[in-house]
Each structure stands twice: as structure tokens, then as C-alpha cells.
């Protein structure tokens, strides 16, 4: 049997394990839900991430290539929203989840912001007070998920910013979300 710190070292890794597994669930589950209006519109969402160097990429863009520069890791699957290809692209602080358009290209799906590089357009970061992310954005807390969920004005995406044992933002997820839906 290993020491206290041990168990809850592994407690923890469990635990965020079990946590980002029920997130990609739920943002699978989400993405089945707007796949009906996939590629039906070119209207883009009003959220999305701001790099260091003043770029940004916004959620429901259209993405045919390697974003940006700095890529870590690069991975195909068959598309859990219909016919195709999901493209996941793994950078240092973030990652970015591609999926079909139905018209042969992919198009900005979900980005997970885990490093503190990153901010997103409405202004919320890694390391974040949740008293802080609350005045920056209209955000409500979610219980049980542990997180602030956003939703900004115009939809198109739905933000949830999880939040670690001190209250601060540990991590977020954007994830597309049809006109309509």
C-alpha cells in the first residue's frame, strides 16, 4: 500500500481522468446535437481563442489546414457527426477539434484552452479567479459540473470553464453550436 500522498496523488489523476472523459462525452453528445445544421451556414460565433500574438481563431471557422505553427500532434478519426473525418490538432496550451462540413472541408468544432498562452475572445484564461471570469463575461455556475458555462450573445458556441479545488480556472472548453439549437 503506498503512501497517503500517493493514493491521492492517483485519487487525482483518477478523478481528472474521469472528469475530461465525461467532457468528451458531453461535447460528443453536443456536437450529435448541431450535427443537423453542420455546414448549413456560414454564420460564425461570437467566441473563440486570442494567441499572444494578437491571433485568433474563431469557433465555427472554417479550418482546412494546420491553424498555427508550434503543432504538437495531429490525429484523424472517423467524425462522431456524421460522414468524414474529425481532425484533432494538439498544440502546447490548447487543442482544436475539426469536424466535416459537409461540403469536403472541416470547420472550428470545439477548442480546449489548458495552458495559460491562451485566452478566449470574451477575455477568460487559465488561472483565473472565478469572481473575476464572473465580471468578465455573463456566466452562471454550474454545481455539477464545477464549472462557469457561457453562451455568447448571438450563440453559435457554448463556453464552460472548469474550475480547480482553489476556485480558478483550470481549463475551458468552446464547443459549436448550430444556428437553431
Not at 52 to 77: C, H, K, V
Not at 85 to 113: L, Q, W
Not at 127 to 152: I, W
Amino acid at each position: 500500500m503506498g503512501s497517503i500522498s500517493d493514493r491521492n496523488t492517483a485519487y487525482r489523476s483518477g478523478l481528472r481522468t474521469v472528469i475530461r472523459t465525461i467532457t468528451a462525452l458531453l461535447v460528443c453528445s453536443a456536437l450529435l446535437i448541431c450535427a443537423s445544421g453542420c455546414g448549413k451556414s456560414n454564420k460564425r460565433a461570437q467566441e473563440g481563442i486570442k494567441l499572444a500574438d494578437g491571433r485568433t481563431l474563431m469557433i465555427g471557422a472554417p479550418l482546412n489546414e494546420t491553424p498555427f505553427e508550434g503543432l504538437l500532434e495531429r490525429q484523424e478519426s472517423n467524425s462522431c457527426i456524421g460522414s468524414g473525418t474529425d481532425v484533432n490538432y494538439r498544440y502546447e496550451d490548447f487543442s482544436i477539434n475539426a469536424y466535416p462540413d459537409g461540403s469536403g472541408g472541416h470547420f472550428v468544432g470545439m477548442i480546449k484552452i489548458e495552458g495559460s498562452g491562451v485566452e478566449t475572445v470574451s477575455g477568460l484564461r487559465k488561472g483565473m479567479s472565478r469572481a473575476d471570469a464572473e465580471k468578465q463575461c455573463d456566466c452562471e455556475y454550474s454545481a455539477e459540473m464545477g464549472a462557469l458555462v457561457y453562451a455568447p450573445k448571438g450563440g453559435g458556441a457554448v463556453l464552460s470553464a472548469f474550475l480547480d479545488r482553489e476556485g480558478s480556472i483550470d481549463w475551458i472548453v468552446i464547443v459549436y453550436e448550430s444556428p437553431g439549437n
